[in-house]
């Protein structure tokens, strides 16, 4: 079945540790996205892709880091500089640049501690 | 103030209850999604509209571009509805921007 992959569920670092989320696409999608989700407030954009080895800036991308090395996957890297890294982290892929068609992965929830 | 806003927040029903909930946008779109997400956390997408009605199953949402509005409604509610769900609309290129979420809870 086609779909969006992310791993872990629940990750859990100590701080000052950067960590890598991992998001995997097989539905031949070009565009692919990472939100993050805070109690009582919308998905915010951190970063996207469009296309294989490029990748844009969202609203609030400071102490994040991406790649998009393969057209299947998109990880997402949480840096020491993320201010507040404990939220939860949602992927998304959709078939071109306009998300006419939009779908998600699972989540990772993650926990700085 | 949210270039998204959903209303109500927060929304409990009793098995069986017709329900609504609102999206309201300020800026001109290209269309609108609406979103259903489980406690899990994952998010499955419901409807993408750009104008008009559409309908699956027990769920019916509309949209009218002229008011900026748009309504998600639940037929013969039931406790398997219960979930967040989130308007969610593309105002320029490919960047999706997100309401609140409304909270629903559906008692047996």
């Known amino acids: 079945d086609g779909g969006i992959t992310q791993s872990p569920k629940y990750l859990f670092r100590k701080e000052g540790q950067n960590v890598t989320l991992s998001c995997e696409q097989n539905?031949?999608?070009?565009?692919m996205y990472w939100y993050r989700q805070d109690p009582g407030q919308g998905l915010r954009l951190i970063y996207y892709s469009q296309i294989v080895n490029d990748f844009q800036k969202g609203d609030i991308a400071e102490g994040y880091s991406v790649s998009r090395e393969k057209k299947e996957s998109f990880p997402l890297t949480v840096t020491s500089a993320q201010k507040n890294p404990t939220a939860f982290y949602l992927c998304?892929?959709?078939?071109?640049?306009?998300?006419?068609?939009?779908?998600f992965g699972q989540g990772t929830r993650l926990t700085v501690v | 103030k949210n270039e998204v806003e959903q209303s109500p927040q927060n929304l409990t029903a009793q098995e069986g209850e017709f329900i609504t909930i609102n999206c309201s946008y300020s800026v001109g779109i290209s269309a609108l999604h609406w979103l259903q997400q489980h406690p899990g956390g994952g998010i499955v997408s419901l409807f993408m509209l750009s104008s008009g009605k559409k309908k699956h199953g027990r769920l019916i949402a509309t949209i009218n571009i002229q008011e900026k509005h748009s309504s998600l409604h639940i037929t013969a509610s039931h406790p398997r509805d219960s979930a967040v769900y989130i308007c969610a609309v593309i105002i320029s290129g490919s960047r999706l921007t997100f309401g609140e979420g409304t909270q629903l809870t559906v008692n047996p």
């Open positions: 998304a892929s959709s078939p071109s640049g306009a998300p006419t068609e939009a779908f």
């Open positions: 539905l031949n999608h070009d565009a």
